[in-house]
């Protein structure tokens, strides 16, 4: 009898549970309404509108996805990184070119600093913008607030060569930084100096006139004691050192200094079968003289010394302590001067 009466009060009691839940449900759609009808006839929300200053049309990269000529590799990874490259065809080691990343997102400018920085003042006028505060010996320029409000900061940094600045372009409070807005400024800055440059050089070759034709001259690969070798050009120092110099200029080599007394050329050789130590640079070695550059990757830098000898001329490779040196990098360099030379 217990047992029946127990297996009946359990039967009430989860009946009693059942109910009890029902209820609960009910209770629910009270306080948390089913709006599934509602969700059906919503509408979606029209697209943002990007604002007048930072139109998708200003901020795109020249090359696109849709466009039909073909291109190598190479090409297109050029153009993304430099979209001034197809737009104005000037060569990778002297046009302007957009670089870098994030905060070190910046502008590669070929020349003389002093032009740059007076060319980034006149490109602020075209924008309706003043310079409430400028410092050229510290490279720091503020224009006066745009329409929004909003305030641009330059800063210009010695490039890689004494005849290279980069050009960073941000807000002066971190905290008030639009990455858009810079980015979109940034490139008709990049706009504006690639057009001035495409200038200069049409009117440098206007203004130069044509090099008559060289004479051929034997060139002659010479190898000498301990492993270093030396080219033996059948011309005259004068011709040969002009020359050198017109091939040094024209294969983007970084020239930092020449003394035609001295018959030396100084200057920055990376070579690309070598694999060049990255260094981590801060703010003050990125400031430093090329001299400090020197000291911390003197196997970049070699003197290329000419020597007369009646009416041949002999081209030898030095390292940065102005000795000869055999290392491979000097005979390809070598190699590279002989090429350009050979008839």
């Not at 997102?105 to 006149?122: A, K, N, S, Y």
């Not at 010996?137 to 004494?162: C, K, Q």
Request: proline share 5%; glycine share 4%; hydrophobic share 35%.
């Amino acid at each position: 009898m217990n047992v029946k009466l127990f297996k009946q009060t359990s039967l009430v009691v989860m009946m009693t549970t059942a109910l009890t839940a029902c209820g609960a449900f009910s209770s629910l759609d009270e306080v948390v309404p089913d709006n599934t009808q509602k969700y059906r006839k919503a509408e979606t929300m029209p697209p943002l509108d990007v604002p007048p200053d930072l139109s998708t049309s200003r901020i795109k990269d020249d090359i696109s996805g849709n466009q039909t000529n073909t291109a190598t590799y190479s090409e297109f990874e050029e153009a993304a990184t430099n979209p001034l490259a197809a737009k104005y065809n000037i060569t990778p080691d002297t046009k302007p070119a957009l670089s870098g990343e994030g905060k070190d997102r910046h502008l590669v400018v070929p020349g003389e600093r002093e032009v740059t920085w007076q060319r980034i003042i006149d490109f602020w006028a075209t924008k309706n913008l003043g310079i409430a505060r400028a410092d050229d010996r510290i490279g720091l320029m503020d224009t006066t607030p745009d329409a929004d409000g909003y305030v641009y900061r330059i800063r210009v940094e010695r490039g890689d060569t004494s005849k290279m600045a980069k050009v960073y372009l941000g807000n002066p409070d971190d905290e008030q930084a639009n990455t858009q807005k810079d980015e979109a400024m940034l490139r008709q800055l990049a706009d504006y100096l690639g057009t001035l440059y495409q200038q200069d050089m049409e009117q440098f070759k206007l203004a130069t006139p044509a090099p008559p034709p060289e004479e051929t001259a034997r060139v002659l690969l010479m190898d000498d004691s301990n492993g270093q070798q030396s080219l033996l050009i059948e011309q005259d120092f004068q011709t040969v050192w002009g020359r050198v110099g017109r091939v040094l200029d024209s294969k983007g080599f970084s020239v930092e200094d020449r003394d035609r007394t001295k018959g030396q050329y100084f200057v920055r050789y990376i070579d690309p079968f070598k694999k060049a130590e990255e260094d981590d640079e801060g703010m003050l070695s990125k400031l430093a003289f090329w001299r400090d550059d020197v000291e911390k990757k003197p196997n970049e830098y070699y003197y290329i010394k000419l020597l007369s000898d009646a009416d041949q001329t002999r081209v030898m490779v030095l390292d940065s302590n102005e000795v000869r040196t055999s290392d491979e990098s000097a005979k390809r360099l070598l190699d590279l001067i002989q090429e350009q030379l050979a008839p």
